[in-house]
Structures are given as C-alpha cells and as structure tokens.
C-alpha cells in the first residue's frame, strides 16, 4: 500500500490514477487534482507523506 502525498490518501499502487517517478522516488496519485497539485509544487512533496505525521513510518525503501 503506497500513499498518495498530496491528499495523503492510501492507495493500491495498482489503482493509483497516475504514476510519476521523480528524482529516484515513485509517486502515486489518486486523481487529476491531485497530478495538478504535486505538479504544481513538486519540491513540496518531496520525500514526504504529505505531511501527515499520523500513523506515518518508513517504508522499506523499495
Ligand atoms: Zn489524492
């Protein structure tokens, strides 16, 4: 289960609405806004699980 880092939302990878891979990171978004917002200030999400400090942990790398 990956996370959506704009809305934070958790997601199955395989239903994500779109993928990008940026800067060595995979990114899975749940929705056309929310494309337009990581696009919009990718730098902001970088890295991040939108934020959320909430139940947030590291994930096993790959
Ligand atoms: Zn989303």
């Not at 395989?14 to 940026?22: L, M, Q, R």
């Not at 800067?23 to 991040?48: I, N, T, V």
Request: charged residues 40%; contains cysteine; positive net charge.
């Amino acid at each position: 289960m990956d996370r959506d880092p704009v809305c934070g939302r958790k997601m199955n990878r395989n239903k994500a609405y779109i993928t990008i891979d940026y800067k060595s990171e995979r990114y899975y978004l749940c929705c056309p806004l929310c494309q337009a917002e990581f696009e919009k200030d990718r730098e902001k999400y970088l890295g991040k699980d939108g934020g959320n400090s909430r139940g947030s942990r590291a994930r096993g790398g790959r």
